[in-house]
């Protein structure tokens, strides 16, 4: 069974750094592109940013772009969105999503909340 | 940035019935490798985003056939024939062609 599991969600201070990880399992993780979506409070999805299958290439939002960076260790498994000067516009939940045909498979989001 | 335009904003229904949500773009999603990358999503309430449709009429594996995608260049819809419980919550379309890649602002469908 496929899942993808965030964690390292929290409150932060605007200006502060943060790092979401995504575990994932069920699927060879090395063959598959990996994005970021967000969604703010009460409101529409937000497409972040995508990573390809070895690491070397990445594409973002402009919203975030030179803020925030993804990576992934294929050894782990595991994908991961570095966060840094954030601001409150990027309080939201964050869910990695695997790509094939369309964002397939979504994890349970996490939760960042960015306030002083 | 491309925008993707959704009606309705809501669209109550009786179950049984069928539910059609357009979804407009601001510019043509045909792709220079020829593939419209549109695709639908349904979000039910407290529940992460499920991929339904991808490029525009391919259903993922599992989704019934009562989903239906279609549409060409800037226009699309998403019909749902027999509205059964489980369709209820917020139906997205994206953009993946154009860079970045964009959502709609969702439809909620919901019953009458």
């Known amino acids: 069974e496929v899942q993808l599991v965030e964690s390292g969600g929290s409150l932060v201070q605007p200006g502060g750094s943060l790092k979401l990880s995504c575990v994932a399992s069920g699927f060879t993780f090395s063959n598959y592109w990996m994005d970021w979506v967000r969604q703010t409070p009460g409101k529409s999805l937000e497409w972040i940013g995508e990573?390809?299958?070895?690491?070397?290439?990445?594409n973002y939002a402009p919203s975030i772009k030179d803020r925030f960076t993804i990576s992934r260790d294929n050894a782990k498994s595991t994908l991961y969105l570095q966060m840094s000067n954030v601001k409150s516009d990027d309080t939201a939940i964050y869910y990695c999503?695997?790509?094939?045909?369309?964002?397939?498979?979504w994890g349970q989001g996490v939760m960042v909340t960015v306030s002083s | 940035d491309v925008v993707l335009t959704q009606t309705p904003v809501a669209q109550p229904v009786t179950l049984g019935d069928q539910a059609s949500i357009s979804c407009r773009s601001s510019q043509s999603l045909v792709h220079s490798n020829g593939n419209t990358y549109l695709e639908w999503y349904l979000q039910k309430p407290g529940q992460s985003p499920q991929l339904l449709i991808y490029?525009?009429?391919n259903r993922f594996s599992g989704v019934p056939d009562r989903f239906i995608g279609s549409g060409s260049g800037s226009d699309f819809t998403l019909k749902i024939s027999r509205v059964e419980p489980e369709d209820l919550g917020v139906y997205y379309c994206f953009q993946a062609t154009h860079d970045p890649y964009t959502f709609g602002a969702g439809t909620k469908l919901e019953l009458k």
């Open positions: 990573i390809n299958t070895d690491g070397s290439k990445t």
């Open positions: 999503t695997r790509i094939e045909e369309g964002f397939d498979y």
């Open positions: 490029k525009v009429s």
